[in-house]
Each structure stands twice: as structure tokens, then as C-alpha cells.
């Protein structure tokens, strides 16, 4: 496989479920990212792991965990949704560490749609 | 604060008819201003990276442009395979990225 893999590709879950969204990237970068995507709106940073630790956490509800076990695998763990966190999850690689981070281009994996019932 | 803000929010072509989207930024020290592609159901494709005003790059039927306010991506004559949410986005010397909303593009045959 190449580029940057999520799944599930899509996710229905209860306020009360636990689930666990996954990314994996084949491209050797050194940072990942996860990005919370809704309908015409931009698209918003909620964590960065550079060389497998976490650089930014953009006040993000403490509902969301991320996991960075190691450079080429992502999490994002969810609890206790609401149903206002229903949206595209996108996640991205890129090379560079530090300021660098932010001037390399992401590649993007397809995301997960999640609904939150 | 830093903004990224593209316009318009949606455009409706004819084949053939050449139009341009806009990539407005305010950021504290533009270090790069990138370009996607985004298909329905899809993330978001790398498109171009430019560095500094005046800087242009082209790819197939689009070209970027870049001045001190703003970037621009021309279609030139575009085929409905080009139809897609084209998204900006600025980084800056305080290492944030900042996208724009995005701009749908419809190319009817």
C-alpha cells in the first residue's frame, strides 16, 4: 500500500460508544496530523505528532485522544461524543520536523465519516 | 488572527470557459501558500506550494499566482474531470496553517 490509509471508512456510534479511528502512512514522513473536516467550513487543525510526539493540541475536547505509537501509525481515540463532533476525520503526513512542519505540503488519507447519534 | 478566505464560494462552469479562483490571506509572515484538490468522498491532493510574490506554478489545465494579499488559481479551458473543492491554505513565521473553506468547482460538459 502506498500514501496515507484511515479506517474505518465510515463510523455510526452512540453518545456513550467507544470507538478508535486509525491512519497509517507507507511515505516515511516524520509528522502526522488530524483534521477535523465539516460542511463549508475550514478545515480545522485538532492534534500534531512530530517524530512520534505531540507538538500541538489545538483545545481540543478531551473526549478526542490521539495515540502516536510510532511514525507510520495514527490514532484517534473517541468517547462520550456529542453529536455536534459528526464529521469528516481526516488524517495527513508530512516531512519535516518542528517550524518545518507547517511549510510541507500533507497528503491526505480519504477519512473517516463519522456520525454521532 | 491569522485568515484565509476564498472566493467564491462556489463557481459553475461551461467546458471550455476559463475562470479563476481567489485566495485571500492574512497571516502574520507568509512562509507558503498551498493548493488542493479535494473529490467528493475523498482528503484533499497537493496541487502547488508558492514561496514568495510573484511566483508562479502550472499543472496541466491550473496555474497559481501569488501577490502580497493574495493567490490565485487559474482554469484554463477546463474539462469536467476538473470539477472538484479546490482548498487554500497559508503558513506563517508562527508556524500556523490556516485553510480556506474551499471553492466548488462544477464543469458541465
Known amino acids: 500500500e502506498t500514501g496515507v490509509t484511515q479506517t474505518p471508512r465510515h463510523l455510526v456510534m452512540g453518545m456513550t460508544n467507544k470507538k478508535s479511528l486509525k491512519c497509517e502512512q507507507h511515505l516515511g514522513h516524520n509528522a502526522m496530523y488530524w483534521y477535523k473536516q465539516s460542511a463549508k467550513k475550514p478545515l480545522e487543525l485538532m492534534f500534531v505528532y512530530s517524530l512520534e510526539e505531540r507538538v500541538e493540541n489545538n483545545s481540543v475536547p478531551s473526549r478526542f485522544s490521539p495515540e502516536c505509537p510510532n511514525s507510520s501509525h495514527l490514532f484517534l481515540h473517541l468517547h462520550t461524543l456529542q453529536p455536534e463532533d459528526s464529521a469528516l476525520y481526516l488524517c495527513a503526513s508530512s516531512q519535516g520536523t518542528g517550524g518545518g512542519t507547517y511549510n510541507s505540503p500533507l497528503h491526505f488519507g480519504n477519512g473517516t465519516r463519522l456520525t454521532v447519534t | 488572527e491569522d485568515q484565509v478566505t476564498q472566493s467564491p464560494e462556489a463557481l459553475r462552469l461551461q467546458e471550455g470557459e476559463s475562470s479563476s479562483l481567489n485566495c485571500s490571506y492574512t497571516v502574520s509572515g507568509l512562509r507558503g501558500l498551498f493548493w488542493y484538490r479535494q473529490d467528493p468522498g475523498k482528503g484533499p491532493e497537493f496541487l502547488f506550494t508558492?514561496?514568495?510574490a510573484g511566483e508562479e506554478k502550472e499543472k496541466e489545465r491550473l496555474k497559481a499566482t501569488l501577490t502580497k494579499k493574495e493567490s490565485f488559481l487559474h482554469i484554463t479551458a477546463p474539462k469536467p474531470e476538473d470539477s472538484a473543492t479546490y482548498l487554500c491554505a497559508a503558513s506563517s513565521n508562527d508556524y500556523k496553517l490556516s485553510f480556506g473553506a474551499g471553492t466548488t468547482v462544477t464543469v458541465r460538459a
Open positions: 508558492l514561496y514568495s
